[in-house]
């Protein structure tokens, strides 16, 4: 299940991407992980740190792998991805605001912009179902419609092939790695960033890369910074890593990577992402701050008269904002097209250039 067909694996060679990167990520997206229901993939993601030599811990909502000099690097990337849960009879809702207690029950209901660009991106598809912590199937079904219930606000999905499942059953999106001449598609937000930060260990990392569960639903950071505040010392600099949205491929392909100063939450560390900088610099690859990308479009719709557009909230400027200067950062980010979809495509130079910034960051060879 994890091999993938031969010529697919060369096209990615060619492109300067290792074999067993490649292979990794296919088994990788290939293992479930809804958000909200992550226990099974981390127990996948355990057994291919461990064969690679790194000590693992498991904690509520993060997986920590280290090397035997875990404080000289740390890196931080989540591992859930969008799906539906079960939530009744035949009634499936979108899983990211289940987990979030996002509904009018609340007061803190999903907009009904943000429901019609979920239905936009998954009003077709098939999926399958599986035990939250054991992965086990529990058999295959397909979106057949989508309707808002006009009692709780909420999105529901009809699904047609998975009646018998009780509620709390995850439902995933099937989905396969493909690979084109300019780019690795599937839904690799967030597991690519997390398949470099495993192929790490294989070349011999010996810091920490912590494994974050439910950050599409904006948990990801408490579990992460109670790690800090359980363990953290005096050097708590942190780079977390993900996919970075644009409009479309070749507007992702106008840079290899991309870094920010800051999002909505907090300014990130001015060293560390100039360090980073210098990195992709040396390497020769190009890079966008997203931050100043998205002031730059901000002008041009106020000057229309447009709602300016927000400059996002990740999960490092949560950490920095609530940890009171525990723990400290940036963000290094892979540009993609179609975000939150199954045909999100990610450069191949630019998952190339991710690769070896990470080891350059890291000290591999």
Not at 266 to 292: G, I, P, R, Y
Request: charged content about 20%.
């Amino acid at each position: 299940m994890g091999i993938l067909p031969k010529q697919l694996e060369q096209e990615a060679i060619a492109h300067g991407l290792p074999s067993s990167f490649i292979n990794l990520l296919n088994l990788l997206l290939r293992s479930p992980s809804v958000v909200g229901s992550e226990h099974s993939f981390f127990r996948v993601l355990q057994r291919e740190l461990e064969e690679r030599g790194a000590n693992v811990t498991w904690y509520e909502g993060v997986l920590v792998a280290q090397g035997s000099d875990p404080h000289s690097i740390m890196f931080s990337a989540h591992i859930d991805r969008h799906g539906l849960v079960c939530t009744g009879p035949n009634e499936f809702q979108y899983a990211a605001f289940v987990s979030g207690a996002r509904s009018d029950l609340l007061g803190n209901s999903v907009s009904e912009q943000l429901m019609k660009k979920i239905v936009e991106r998954f009003s077709s598809g098939d999926l399958y179902a599986y035990e939250p912590w054991s992965g086990a199937y529990r058999g295959k079904g397909e979106i057949t419609g989508t309707y808002v219930c006009e009692h709780r606000n909420n999105l529901i999905f009809e699904v047609a092939g998975l009646e018998h499942l009780v509620a709390g059953t995850p439902v995933a999106f099937l989905d396969k790695l493909k690979v084109t001449e300019e780019a690795l598609v599937g839904q690799l937000d967030n597991v690519l960033t997390a398949a470099a930060l495993v192929y790490l260990f294989e070349l011999g990392f010996q810091g920490t890369a912590f494994f974050t569960a439910q950050e599409e639903a904006g948990k990801s950071w408490r579990y992460l910074l109670e790690w800090f505040r359980r363990f953290g010392g005096s050097t708590n600099q942190l780079i977390v890593v993900d996919t970075s949205p644009y409009p479309d491929l070749p507007t992702a392909q106008l840079q290899h990577l991309v870094l920010r100063n800051k999002d909505a939450n907090a300014s990130f560390n001015v060293a560390l992402t100039k360090k980073l900088a210098q990195v992709c610099k040396k390497h020769k690859l190009n890079v966008q701050f997203k931050d100043e990308y998205v002031e730059s479009l901000n002008e041009q719709r106020v000057a229309r008269g447009d709602e300016p557009s927000s400059l996002g909230s990740t999960e490092m400027g949560r950490i920095i904002a609530a940890s009171n200067g525990l723990v400290d950062g940036t963000t290094l980010q892979i540009p993609t097209s179609g975000y939150h979809t199954m045909e999100e495509s990610a450069p191949l130079q630019s998952v190339q250039g991710f690769i070896a910034v990470l080891m350059a960051l890291s000290n591999l060879k």
